[in-house]
């Protein structure tokens, strides 16, 4: 049974004094929810804020990015063995934002996931279409190349570390959402993806988390699907409230 994963990706949003406020409300409001891993990706400067107020809760932290090299003159950079001493247990991987804006490749992000496997980091690796490439019927072939270049060249005991988050390019901060239907065929393909290079044990455990305008009033229709493992909230999380109504659902 895959146990199902709420990740909150915060992206450039909130100060550390913020990131305290958050945890004060979010935390009492998730204190029971047994059923789902817990997990808030803030930006790197309240990393430190946010692993302190988490500290002796379920809620786990992450970094948004991790460089591939494990030091080194990269101005700007930030590995992941110090997100790991920095109390990180996750790391997201290839969002589509870093991919359009920062020249993310499936080859960076495979550089990406190794190591953070190296430092000890899950990795939570996003895939998946832009607009265009859904309207023209090309979604299976686009998932097919990310997961293939940045993702399947891993070993099978790599890759048992790995989440995937299908996220619609067209449905990320746009406020339309997948439907249910359409995240599932997603999720479907990329587990058949799974199944094919790693085989049956790996495609039935691998968590597949949906990304994309996740909000309150859709959790329940999303995660009503069979392979759908969890979702990677961004505008969303940014709420206490409203992201502990999500890990709720
Ligand atoms: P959104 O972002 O929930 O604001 O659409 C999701 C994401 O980018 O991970």
Not at 122 to 134: A, I, K, N, S, T
Not at 202 to 229: E, T
Request: one cysteine or more; hydrophobic letters at 45%.
């Amino acid at each position: 049974m895959r146990r199902p994963l709420m990740a909150g990706n915060w992206k450039m949003f909130k100060t550390p004094a913020e990131t305290a406020a958050f945890f004060e409300k979010f935390l009492p409001l998730v204190g029971a929810s047994a059923h789902a891993d817990i997990l808030i990706c803030p930006p790197f400067v309240n990393l430190a804020a946010a692993v302190q107020a988490a500290s002796g809760s379920a809620v786990g932290i992450g970094g948004q990015n991790l460089h591939w090299a494990k030091d080194g003159a990269y101005t700007g950079e930030i590995s992941g063995g110090m997100l790991k001493a920095a109390g990180c247990r996750s790391v997201i991987i290839g969002h589509s934002e870093r991919r359009q804006y920062f020249g993310e490749t499936d080859e960076t992000v495979l550089r990406r996931t190794v190591a953070a496997l190296d430092a000890g980091l899950q990795p939570v690796v996003c895939v998946g279409e832009r607009l265009e490439e859904r309207k023209s019927g090309r979604t299976n072939d686009v998932l097919a190349v990310q997961f293939r270049d940045g993702i399947a060249k891993l070993t099978p005991a790599q890759f048992a570390q790995v989440v995937i988050a299908y996220e619609p390019v067209w449905a990320i901060g746009t406020g339309e959402v997948a439907t249910p239907a359409q995240a599932a065929d997603a999720h479907r393909f990329l587990r058949s993806q799974v199944r094919g290079v790693y085989g049956d044990d790996a495609a039935a455990s691998v968590r597949i988390l949906y990304g994309g305008s996740v909000k309150p009033d859709n959790i329940r229709g999303l995660m009503a699907q069979p392979d759908i493992d969890g979702a990677l909230v961004g505008g969303a999380s940014l709420d206490a409230a409203s992201f502990a109504s999500i890990v709720n659902f």
